[in-house]
């Protein structure tokens, strides 16, 4: 696939790109407003919904096309390039007829390769910067398949936007971030443009500060944020938005790491400190040895008295003084906890091949 960086896009943009504005374009005046606000923290692209892909139907549903008419005016009022999502050709028609700048296909439309293709096809010929964002379903080779339909028709400023995963278990999350796949998209296709859209992994507003500043650790290339003027009173998405003050402040208290120094005093050390780490690891590794090996002698010993493998009150005395322990050491005794039940069950799994094998040799 052939991918652009960001400066290659043509719009002036560099590393982390921020992407703020409503989650749906509402009023002209709304628009218009929240934007001149988003516009004077520096942001040059900003983001509305015009046709709104609802769950339900009798929800706002969008504008429509009346709505890239006011993105025109922002356009113009602010100087901002403007990004909106389209989920079949006519909408990409209309979006290009009104001078949007950027594209974006939706997590619900990602979904349907039907749909990526049709879009894809209506792309041709044009060289409009396109954003995919992640399917709904946890599905990698989905997402990496929506890119490649959009690159083979031309298409060469293409980025992706992780927005998490839909999932039938309640958690904090209002879509599951699983940063594994879009860490191994990533590794799959190290040239595209990262963007991760915390609004919608989250869902309410308290945490987007901890999931941006985690993008912003794993490097991610910049942050999709949905803003409004008034929240509360949004007609989509209203827990999730946050004010145009809210995200300066965001912006402002996150923390940029670099991912590497060429500073030879750093590298000096960092190998100091990493060949300790390695020590440590060594020293882990040759107690957990001995520890089996021991488990294993208590395990022909129960066999030759006909003994349990399991006691219920040797593992409460056990669970009781590791806890102890992790609290001493200062660890995390939910951490050490189930780092210890994994120990423990392996040693189980010995002693119960011990006990059901004729031959006194563990596996
Ligand atoms: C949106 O960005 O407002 C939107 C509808 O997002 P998603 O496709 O991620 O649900
Ligand atoms: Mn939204």
Known sequence: MKIENLEGWGLGLKKPLVIAGPCSAETEEQLLDTC????ELGITVTRAGVWKPRTRPNNFEGIGTDALK???????ETGMYFSTEVGNPKHVEEALKHD????WIGARSTVNPFTVQEIAESLRGTDIPVLVKNPINPDLALWIGALERISNVGIT??????RGFSSF?????????????????KNQLPQIPLICDPSHICGSREIIFEVSQKAIDLDYDGLMIETHRDPDNAWSDAKQQVTPTSLGNILKNLKYRKPTSEDIE????????REQIDHLDKDLYETIAARMKIVDEIGFYKKRNNVTVFQKNRWKEISESRKEWAEKLNLNPDFMAELFKVIHDASIRRQE???NNPLEKVQ
């Open 36 to 39: 001149q606000q988003i516009k």
């Open 70 to 76: 006011w993105a025109q005016t922002v356009k113009k």
């Open 157 to 162: 400023k293409l980025g992706a936007i992780h």
């Open 100 to 103: 949007i700048d950027i594209l």
């Open 266 to 273: 750093f590298i000096t050390h960092l190998e100091e400190l």
């Open 353 to 355: 091949y011990i006990m």
């Open 169 to 185: 278990q309640q958690t904090r999350f209002r879509n599951l971030p699983m940063w594994q796949i879009a860490i191994e998209l």
